[in-house]
């Protein structure tokens, strides 16, 4: 059986074009941890990767142990988002510039087999390979975003400014505007590697919230 690939099977949710265009993005499943600071160099970020990253894989892993939940299937896990806000300002991608201002919702998307008993059993053998992570800041999340403007920027995390001013200038053109209220975010969806990825070649969906004029 073919692995399901999340990028490849909505490509609607994560191979935008460069240029802006709007969608309705409907309700998934996450695990997110919540937290503050610069994710370049805040302590805080690095151990929610690991969170993360590690809870991801031991769901993903358990038919190594044949603990799969029930209704498991083969699949690829899904690339790793961002809501990035403050308690400032609504920030929409442009007016902060002190990252260590951030607060930020970490995420990956979970197949809808994951319930919250398979959630906490991934906590517990996570726990178990590494007890030195608190598992206790992670979260079983279900979030609907609704109506947005998206684009796929390519390029570095700095240079995002000018593809966040394409989608604003195209969603004030087709008669919406920017709704940064009631939990809405910035969000980015991170399809490269900056580890193993040049700055120039970075692919990262951006995503704002919108409502129609």
């Not at 699949?75 to 609504?90: I, K, N």
């Amino acid at each position: 059986m073919d692995k399901l690939d999340y990028k490849k099977e909505y490509k609607d949710l994560y191979q935008p074009k460069t240029t802006p265009s709007v969608i309705d993005v409907p309700e998934m499943l996450f695990i997110a941890v919540k937290g503050s600071g610069d994710p370049n160099t805040c302590a805080e970020y690095k151990e929610a990767m690991e969170l993360l990253y590690g809870l991801s894989y031991s769901i993903k892993m358990s038919k190594m142990s044949g603990t799969q939940p029930e209704g498991y299937f083969e699949y690829v896990v899904p690339p790793l988002e961002g809501f990035w806000h403050s308690d400032e300002v609504a920030f929409d991608g442009l007016n902060i510039t002190d990252k260590t201002k951030f607060r930020w919702i970490s995420m990956i998307r979970q197949p809808e087999f994951v319930t919250e008993q398979v959630f906490e059993a991934a906590k517990a053998a996570l726990n178990k390979k590494k007890p030195c992570l608190d598992t206790a800041k992670a979260e079983l999340m279900r979030l609907t975003e609704g109506l947005c403007v998206q684009i796929m920027h390519k390029g570095a995390y700095d240079d995002e400014p000018a593809s966040i001013v394409k989608m604003r200038e195209f969603a004030e053109k087709n008669g919406f505007r920017e709704d940064f209220s009631n939990g809405r975010y910035h969000h980015e969806i991170y399809l490269s590697d900056p580890r193993k990825c040049a700055p120039e070649k970075l692919r990262t969906v951006i995503r704002h919230p919108i409502k129609r004029i």
